[in-house]
């Protein structure tokens, strides 16, 4: 008996591919992804996966049918194939609480947050010039990969180890993101400035705006009454809506 072919549908990256380099299959802006099976649906429910917090990782690689670096991808355009997945698994249809109240969000309406081209340096190429407010310091930063967020993690775990107490998040991040200091691109140069010499308020107006200016889906409601858009919150209902 022929077994029928799985439905594919074709996604839209938030970056539209303009921080991958021309010979990066991403740099198209739009990747192919199948229907979620109850094969994946199996990867849901490992224990395994679950424990280790790469269970949605395994989802995600297993639906992509374009044949990519998983590793390569940018933060917010894992965040437009989490909702593809989502919508594609388990309908548009995404109940939640939110203020002791119970909200449904039609997943299939949520955009993509404007992104303006002309920000990056250059096309293809994974970073951006800010000025920092209060000390005027020109730097350049690079928006997440998910090799970043692994790469991250693995250098918490190890200052973990040594200091048990230890949590430095925010800064081990900004280590990673921020990819030169007046010019200079020198690792330890980039170390050394967000340890002695980043101001607190700089870190929060850098932080402010990438959020604002990043690629990434638009994950935010209306809630009834209210003229101001929240986030969604992404909760287990999410991918287990049982």
Partial sequence: MQQPN????????PS?????PESNVLSSGKIEM???TAKEEDILTNQNYIQKGIVLDKLLQALIVTKINYGDLIVGDKNAIMVAARVLGYGKDYE???NGETHTVDLSTIDNKPFDEKMIISKGLNEFNYTLPSTNTNITYKILSHNDEQDIQNELDGLKKINKNASPDLST???????????DRENKTIRSFVDNNLLARD???LRKHIKTHQPDVDLSFFPEGSSDRVDIPIGV???WPD
């Fill in 173 to 183: 991040r900004l280590k990673y993101i921020i990819t030169s200091v007046g010019g």
């Fill in 96 to 98: 939640f609480e939110y």
């Fill in 34 to 36: 199948k229907y979620m």
């Fill in 16 to 20: 539209k591919g303009l921080l991958y």
């Fill in 237 to 239: 209902k999410f991918f």
């Fill in 203 to 205: 870190s929060r107006e």
């Fill in 6 to 13: 799985i439905p594919t549908e074709i996604i839209d990256l």
